[in-house]
């Protein structure tokens, strides 16, 4: 199988940089958050559509930068 569907675009999450990856594998999108910055994955997810695999990725994701703290620079 191939991808098909591919998709990835940064967005700001709360003043973090996120970048948005999906893709449909089969019938299924997946989708990947991670920080721009660092490079660090935040959710995995996969759904029925992109929109509620990137949905679900962006919660995971709010959820995890929400629990941690900045160093002020």
């Known amino acids: 199988m191939k991808p098909e569907a591919y998709s990835e675009r940064k967005i700001d999450l709360n003043g973090w940089q996120i970048r948005l990856t999906s893709y449909k594998l089969g019938g299924e999108f997946y989708c990947t958050a991670d920080n721009v910055s660092s490079g660090a994955w935040l959710a995995r997810t996969r759904g ?9 990725a962006l919660d995971k994701a709010r959820k995890l930068l929400a629990r941690t703290h900045r160093q002020a620079s």
Request: aromatic share 0%.
């Open 48 to 56: 029925a559509s992109q929109r509620e695999a990137e949905q679900q």
